[in-house]
């Protein structure tokens, strides 16, 4: 596909980071694998520098509303600081189509775990409670260890698995845990490219990552402004659906390689 598709494409993806903080992210790796042709591997690191860079940009309207917690969201980065190295070194060792049929497995998750969050935010108005960090330690650690492996391993945010520790263990109300999200996708996205720069950058397309992170950069701006005014219901079921076509898409032209 010509490579100017980067911009809209990345501007689709900028637009659902932006809007859902948790998830958007990971359709970077498929744009770029399969409407842009780049190699697997290649393509989660590319993602790292698209991801990073439109969630830190996309992090300033939620700031401005006041729904980012700089203390909780720079805790958490740096806790995943280990996860995310260990992730990078390992998706190097791995076969593309295991790569991507991993992918597709952790796609599924992902609309698992917000289908879960759909069912239990059904009807319930939300109550932002206070924070209390002290007894969930053990399970803000595990969690932020966690999401950097999975930065590291596919080039993804993260922020799927971000936004549920947020509510849960920090106890943040919806928004706050989005906008507080995105500081720490781009906090993973760069300890996990700085771990794949020390093992080498080789094959990147710096003018198609670049074309894609301006789209995506714009995307999330505009994507922030979206979350403050559409119902965040609506976005999510429609997220889902779209992750569980990619998916399916993914797995079938996949497993049969593995087989």
């Known amino acids: 596909m010509n490579p100017l598709w980067a911009l809209p494409l990345g501007l689709g993806v900028g637009a659902t980071l ?81 790569l991507m049929v991993s992918f597709a497995a952790l796609m599924l998750a992902v609309a698992a775990v917000m289908v879960r969050r759909l069912r239990r935010t059904r009807g ?20 932020a260890t966690g999401v950097g492996l999975l930065t590291g391993f596919f080039g993804v945010g993260g922020g799927f698995a971000v936004v549920p520790a947020l509510t849960l263990v920090l106890g943040f109300r919806m928004r706050v845990a989005v906008g507080t999200s995105l500081l720490v996708i781009a906090l993973n996205s760069a300890t996990a490219l700085a771990s794949r720069a020390i093992l080498g950058l080789e094959g990147l397309d710096w003018p198609l990552i670049g074309t894609f992170a301006v789209g995506a950069i714009l995307g999330s701006l505009a994507g922030g402004r979206v979350a403050a005014r559409a119902n965040p219901r609506h976005l999510t079921i429609a997220f889902v659906v779209m992750l569980l076509v990619i998916a399916a898409l993914m797995l079938g032209q996949n497993v049969p390689d593995l087989a």
């Open 18 to 98: 932006g809007a859902l903080g948790g998830g958007g992210a990971i359709l970077t790796v498929p744009a770029l694998v399969y409407l842009l042709g780049q190699d697997p591997r290649v393509a989660t690191t590319g993602s790292l520098v698209i991801v990073g860079a439109s969630a830190l940009v996309g992090m300033v309207p939620h700031r401005r509303a006041g729904n980012v917690r700089l203390g909780a969201g720079l805790a958490f980065g740096g806790l995943g600081i280990v996860g995310s190295f260990a992730g990078s070194v390992l998706s190097r060792q791995v076969d593309p189509a295991v």
């Open 124 to 143: 319930v108005a939300e109550v932002e409670q206070p924070d209390d960090t002290g007894v969930r330690v053990p399970l803000l650690l595990a969690t």
